[in-house]
């Protein structure tokens, strides 16, 4: 069993910088795939990121490409998600997700333990 805790979340003007961090349990976190998602209101869940068990390897929505970077501590069992050049329609709950396989994935359904969420909140 994984546990998923997020934090980073808040306020922000646009074109400003947040860090979400995601602390994990366990002593497998090196083996697992890592992801986020985001969620706004009235909206289905969508990719952001991903990153591979190792950390060699990441995968990123269009959306966020060039201005998002997802990071990985496997000493720290920590996941981050540095977002830059925020934009209003950034605004949502972003989700930390786990899956217990090596490889980025961008599928919610690919994910196995997911977190409570972090409210991200970018103003125009």
């Known amino acids: 069993q994984v546990q998923l805790v997020e934090s980073g979340g808040g306020l922000v003007q646009a074109g400003g910088s947040l860090r979400l961090s995601c602390a994990t349990s366990g002593r497998t976190f090196s083996r697992y795939a890592m992801g986020w998602f985001r969620q706004a209101p009235g909206k289905e869940r969508e990719f952001v990121a991903s990153?591979?068990?190792?950390?060699?390897?990441?995968y990123y929505a269009n959306s966020v490409k060039g201005r998002f970077t997802i990071a990985r501590d496997n000493v720290k069992n920590m996941v981050y998600l540095q977002m830059n050049s925020l934009k209003p329609e950034d605004t949502a709950v972003y989700y930390c997700?786990?899956?217990?396989?090596?490889?980025?994935?961008?599928?919610?359904?690919?994910?196995?333990?997911w977190g409570q969420g972090t409210q991200v909140t970018v103003s125009s």
């Open positions: 997700a786990a899956r217990e396989f090596a490889y980025v994935a961008a599928s919610s359904s690919s994910y196995d333990y």
């Open positions: 990153i591979s068990s190792t950390g060699g390897g990441t």
